[in-house]
């Protein structure tokens, strides 16, 4: 159905459907809005409150019609359109597969859980004959040598545990250039001729075999396919605020996929994972420069992936995003606090994207108006909290104040008609997806995989009330990140914090700023116009709690079945093996990863290999780090400096024997004393033993 | 092979528990016969050397026991150089 490129008509159709119906909808609501606005206010804050209002009425209107699209095409039995349905075969058991290579990078994440889910993914393709054809990368851009030790033992355990027909391999950058998408590129630079396609998977992606073999298949059949994107669906969550974001994912999730995709078709986004690349045009035409203009927009590109299936697309490639294929899934940030940190780098990044819209050219229209939605995604919240000022201003200076919609209109009486229904519509256009959902999920009899349509109902209505709370506590904290941002404030690039737990006092520091500016702003409309007080409770009261009810989200739910999704009862193989975490602890546990490769003589001998050779500079200062670190220990020397002599068998075989023969009361000493201890509690703690013949041959040369 | 009862073995210094410490880090048995064997370099060398330090036997370990083999990661597969294309602006 989708040969060449006649799927472009179809989308020039459907995109001029969802165009009309936004405009229409939005001149519709502003027509409405401007009959209410009290004319006392003056001419230029009236003006800027409908300016204002079009662009969120716009924009939350997008957000309906992409779901009502998305309704259709579930309803209607899937999109014709789409590559799933029109090339559906898959290979059969056996039949050899293009080169692939999967690829996941990591940087400081959980290791034995990020290692747990790569096992499981393996295992999967294990089962269908499958985990031969595929290389696997663990590409590291891990500093913190407690950390990237870990992740070598793991893999290196890993591989011994699935054989050693497996091609699975750890690799560390030494130098982080340019993020992810240096990783990504570093690893194409050296490996990328190799293979013909390259999986991309993320710290906390589960992929199915079935599915890694279906994107395989896809980008056989359909040579013009760059990228094809998976619709991940998000598992494996624990706290109520990771349940919330998975049943909303699960429940609602669905709809805004499928329209999304029926709507972009062939120029639709890339992710940055759960996803598979063509790697000739990818290397080709996606290579990410430092940005070169003023500020924010100076330095790597943060949000990389809009803009490489934007390259793919103006390079001639087709970027698909496939709601059809299954057996894709990742994880929430664990708690609220990481996925406002996670906001914060998005914002960034998706903010840097106006310098690429103004000076990258050749882009085609679908990848612009993609950039266009992630810049708005962080930009409504600005808009909204300037919409909340002159609404309230504007409603101050009326006759007299009466909010017609707390929180949202403080200028629109619900008596008069045309308020009333501008009160309804903006209410549908919130919360119709989810109705839409539901009513989804009943005609297509799913409600039971949810618990009951009871059970089910109930779950999207207390879903629905978090996320009223939380939305004004987003756009405070959006806010303040665009800020930031604007004035190029610097940000720390950490790892995601996958598994959970934070502090009250780490909450209430987080939103220290946002409570004072909230109880300030309600006292001030309280003080001033006591009858909007009501008006802005339900925006100021969730912030003023924000820490409260961030600590009640990060908690487990006393139940498992807390927002029941289907994967709870019937977790998929995958999932179900990834619960299983590699245990591939510390030999020693009393001892710090980095103590262990020093003292440990399998790690830090270097024997019969054939060590580096250096001089000069670098030779003085790895023979001054490890002076330094034999006399005071690891905490005397930063992470770089441990890794460089973690990394470098000589220089660690020189600290090594320095440890061993460290002075009573020094550090080394300290960690020898402890490591005789772990020896004496647990004497098979010892490494493997040598061989008995080898072991006599030596002993008669020696003796002789 | 030397056959010495456990109980002969009465050189108890610190050199040589930090030797025994050491094989046994690098998963060596520590049984008696190794400690005699042990016992029998470390008197070969003080007889020649009466001062010695424990990094002087360290350094000689590899030499009398066969010490399990270096810890092995698994290398890299080798390198295809390619280069990546960047947008003209």
Redesign the interface.
């Given at each position: 159905m989708s040969d060449g490129s006649s799927w472009r008509r179809v989308a020039f159709r459907r995109r001029l459907l969802l165009v009309f119906l936004v405009a229409t909808q939005t001149l519709t609501g502003l027509v409405l809005f401007a009959g209410n606005l009290s004319d006392q206010a003056g001419d230029w804050s009236t003006s800027l409150l409908l300016i204002v209002f079009g662009i969120l009425f716009a924009w939350i209107g997008v957000g309906f019609w992409t779901a009502v699209f998305g309704f259709i095409t579930l309803r209607s039995g899937g999109d014709s359109w789409s590559l799933s349905r029109s090339h559906s075969a898959s290979p059969t058991t056996g039949e050899p597969i293009a080169p692939t290579a999967v690829v996941m990078p990591i940087f400081h994440e959980p290791v034995q859980r990020t290692i747990g889910g790569l096992r499981a993914v393996i295992r999967d393709l294990e089962q269908q004959g499958r985990a031969d054809a595929l290389?696997f990368y663990l590409l590291s851009d891990s500093r913190d040598p407690e950390i990237w030790l870990e992740e070598?033992a793991a893999?290196?355990k890993l591989?011994e545990e699935l054989g050693s027909h497996h091609?699975?391999?750890?690799?560390r950058r030494r130098v982080n250039l340019n993020h992810k998408s240096g990783n990504i590129?570093d690893f194409?630079?050296?490996?990328?001729?190799?293979y013909r396609y390259m999986v991309v998977m993320d710290a906390d992606s589960l992929l199915s075999a079935n599915c890694i073999i279906r994107l395989i298949t896809l980008m056989e059949s359909r040579p013009q396919a760059g990228i094809i994107q998976t619709t991940p669906r998000l598992a494996r969550a624990e706290s109520r605020f990771a349940r919330l974001q998975q049943f909303a994912n699960r429940c609602y999730g669905r709809l805004y996929s499928a329209g999304l995709a029926s709507i972009q078709l062939g120029e639709a986004a890339y992710w940055g994972h759960n996803a598979i690349v063509r790697v000739a045009p990818f290397?080709?035409?996606?290579?990410?420069?430092k940005l070169q203009g003023p500020g924010l927009f100076s330095g790597p590109v943060l949000s990389h992936d809009f803009i490489e299936a934007a390259?793919m697309g103006?390079a001639g490639y087709e970027v698909w995003l496939e709601p059809a294929i299954s057996g894709s899934f990742e994880e929430s940030p664990p708690t609220l606090e990481d996925d406002l940190t996670r906001d914060r780098r998005w914002c960034r990044g998706n903010l840097q994207h106006i310098w690429l819209l103004a000076?990258?050219?050749k882009v085609r229209l679908a990848h612009r108006m993609a950039l266009v939605t992630g810049i708005l995604a962080y930009m409504a919240s600005p808009l909204w909290l300037t919409f909340l000022g002159l609404s309230g201003y504007v409603a101050m200076a009326g006759p007299e104040a009466t909010p017609a919609l707390p929180g949202v209109l403080a200028t629109t009486g619900v008596s008069s008609g045309n308020g009333l229904l501008l009160v309804a519509t903006t209410a549908l256009l919130l919360f119709g997806p989810r109705m839409l959902a539901l009513a989804d999920h009943a005609l297509t009899r799913r409600a039971k995989s949810f618990g009951g349509m009871i059970r089910l109902i109930a779950s999207a209505f207390c879903e629905t009330l978090v996320a009223l709370a939380l939305a004004p506590i987003r756009m405070t904290a959006h806010t303040l990140y665009v800020i930031r941002a604007t004035f190029n404030l610097p940000l720390g690039w950490q790892g995601q914090n996958r598994a959970g737990s934070t502090d009250l006092g780490t909450s209430i520091r987080r939103f220290g700023l946002p409570m004072v500016s909230a109880m300030i702003t309600l006292a001030m409309v309280h003080w001033q116009t006591p009858a909007l007080t009501h008006w802005a409770l339900p925006v100021a009261l969730p912030v003023l709690l924000a820490p409260v009810l961030a600590r009640w989200l990060n908690n487990r739910p006393a139940s498992r079945l807390w927002l029941q999704v289907p994967e709870d009862k019937q977790p998929p193989p995958v999932i179900a093996s990834a619960g299983a975490e590699a245990s591939s602890r510390r030999q020693w546990e009393s001892l710090t990863w980095v103590e262990q490769q020093v003292?440990?003589?399998?790690?830090a001998?270097?024997?019969s290999?054939s060590p580096r050779v250096v001089s000069g500079k670098k030779r003085q200062r790895l023979h001054q780090l490890v002076e330094r670190c034999a006399a005071y220990g690891q905490s005397a020397l930063d992470h770089g400096e441990m890794s460089l002599i973690c990394s470098h068998p000589p220089a660690l075989e020189a600290l090594h024997?320095r440890a061993?023969?460290a002075d009573t009361g020094s550090p080394w000493r300290k960690a020898?004393d402890r490591?005789?201890r772990a020896?004496e509690d647990h004497?098979e703690q010892?490494?493997?033993?040598?061989?008995r013949q080898?072991?006599?041959?030596?002993?008669i040369n020696?003796?002789s | 092979m030397l056959q010495i009862p456990e109980t002969a073995l009465v050189t108890i210094n610190q050199p040589f528990n930090q030797v025994l410490l050491y094989l046994r880090a690098a998963g060596h048995d520590t049984g008696a016969e190794t400690r005699a064997r042990l016992q029998h370099f470390v008197s070969l060398h003080c007889g020649r050397q009466p001062s010695l330090s424990t990094r002087q036997l360290l350094e000689k370990v590899p030499q009398w026991f066969d010490l399990p083999d270096q810890a092995a990661f698994n290398p890299l597969p080798p390198m295809t150089r390619g280069s990546v294309g960047y947008p003209d602006e």
């Amino acid at each position: 159905m989708s040969d060449g490129s006649s799927w472009r008509r179809v989308a020039f159709r459907r995109r001029l459907l969802l165009v009309f119906l936004v405009a229409t909808q939005t001149l519709t609501g502003l027509v409405l809005f401007a009959g209410n606005l009290s004319d006392q206010a003056g001419d230029w804050s009236t003006s800027l409150l409908l300016i204002v209002f079009g662009i969120l009425f716009a924009w939350i209107g997008v957000g309906f019609w992409t779901a009502v699209f998305g309704f259709i095409t579930l309803r209607s039995g899937g999109d014709s359109w789409s590559l799933s349905r029109s090339h559906s075969a898959s290979p059969t058991t056996g039949e050899p597969i293009a080169p692939t290579a999967v690829v996941m990078p990591i940087f400081h994440e959980p290791v034995q859980r990020t290692i747990g889910g790569l096992r499981a993914v393996i295992r999967d393709l294990e089962q269908q004959g499958r985990a031969d054809a595929l290389d696997f990368y663990l590409l590291s851009d891990s500093r913190d040598p407690e950390i990237w030790l870990e992740e070598q033992a793991a893999c290196e355990k890993l591989r011994e545990e699935l054989g050693s027909h497996h091609r699975l391999f750890y690799r560390r950058r030494r130098v982080n250039l340019n993020h992810k998408s240096g990783n990504i590129a570093d690893f194409m630079r050296r490996w990328g001729r190799q293979y013909r396609y390259m999986v991309v998977m993320d710290a906390d992606s589960l992929l199915s075999a079935n599915c890694i073999i279906r994107l395989i298949t896809l980008m056989e059949s359909r040579p013009q396919a760059g990228i094809i994107q998976t619709t991940p669906r998000l598992a494996r969550a624990e706290s109520r605020f990771a349940r919330l974001q998975q049943f909303a994912n699960r429940c609602y999730g669905r709809l805004y996929s499928a329209g999304l995709a029926s709507i972009q078709l062939g120029e639709a986004a890339y992710w940055g994972h759960n996803a598979i690349v063509r790697v000739a045009p990818f290397m080709a035409h996606c290579g990410l420069r430092k940005l070169q203009g003023p500020g924010l927009f100076s330095g790597p590109v943060l949000s990389h992936d809009f803009i490489e299936a934007a390259l793919m697309g103006r390079a001639g490639y087709e970027v698909w995003l496939e709601p059809a294929i299954s057996g894709s899934f990742e994880e929430s940030p664990p708690t609220l606090e990481d996925d406002l940190t996670r906001d914060r780098r998005w914002c960034r990044g998706n903010l840097q994207h106006i310098w690429l819209l103004a000076t990258l050219g050749k882009v085609r229209l679908a990848h612009r108006m993609a950039l266009v939605t992630g810049i708005l995604a962080y930009m409504a919240s600005p808009l909204w909290l300037t919409f909340l000022g002159l609404s309230g201003y504007v409603a101050m200076a009326g006759p007299e104040a009466t909010p017609a919609l707390p929180g949202v209109l403080a200028t629109t009486g619900v008596s008069s008609g045309n308020g009333l229904l501008l009160v309804a519509t903006t209410a549908l256009l919130l919360f119709g997806p989810r109705m839409l959902a539901l009513a989804d999920h009943a005609l297509t009899r799913r409600a039971k995989s949810f618990g009951g349509m009871i059970r089910l109902i109930a779950s999207a209505f207390c879903e629905t009330l978090v996320a009223l709370a939380l939305a004004p506590i987003r756009m405070t904290a959006h806010t303040l990140y665009v800020i930031r941002a604007t004035f190029n404030l610097p940000l720390g690039w950490q790892g995601q914090n996958r598994a959970g737990s934070t502090d009250l006092g780490t909450s209430i520091r987080r939103f220290g700023l946002p409570m004072v500016s909230a109880m300030i702003t309600l006292a001030m409309v309280h003080w001033q116009t006591p009858a909007l007080t009501h008006w802005a409770l339900p925006v100021a009261l969730p912030v003023l709690l924000a820490p409260v009810l961030a600590r009640w989200l990060n908690n487990r739910p006393a139940s498992r079945l807390w927002l029941q999704v289907p994967e709870d009862k019937q977790p998929p193989p995958v999932i179900a093996s990834a619960g299983a975490e590699a245990s591939s602890r510390r030999q020693w546990e009393s001892l710090t990863w980095v103590e262990q490769q020093v003292l440990s003589p399998a790690h830090a001998r270097t024997g019969s290999s054939s060590p580096r050779v250096v001089s000069g500079k670098k030779r003085q200062r790895l023979h001054q780090l490890v002076e330094r670190c034999a006399a005071y220990g690891q905490s005397a020397l930063d992470h770089g400096e441990m890794s460089l002599i973690c990394s470098h068998p000589p220089a660690l075989e020189a600290l090594h024997l320095r440890a061993w023969h460290a002075d009573t009361g020094s550090p080394w000493r300290k960690a020898l004393d402890r490591l005789a201890r772990a020896l004496e509690d647990h004497p098979e703690q010892g490494a493997a033993p040598a061989t008995r013949q080898r072991e006599e041959a030596l002993w008669i040369n020696a003796a002789s | 092979m030397l056959q010495i009862p456990e109980t002969a073995l009465v050189t108890i210094n610190q050199p040589f528990n930090q030797v025994l410490l050491y094989l046994r880090a690098a998963g060596h048995d520590t049984g008696a016969e190794t400690r005699a064997r042990l016992q029998h370099f470390v008197s070969l060398h003080c007889g020649r050397q009466p001062s010695l330090s424990t990094r002087q036997l360290l350094e000689k370990v590899p030499q009398w026991f066969d010490l399990p083999d270096q810890a092995a990661f698994n290398p890299l597969p080798p390198m295809t150089r390619g280069s990546v294309g960047y947008p003209d602006e």
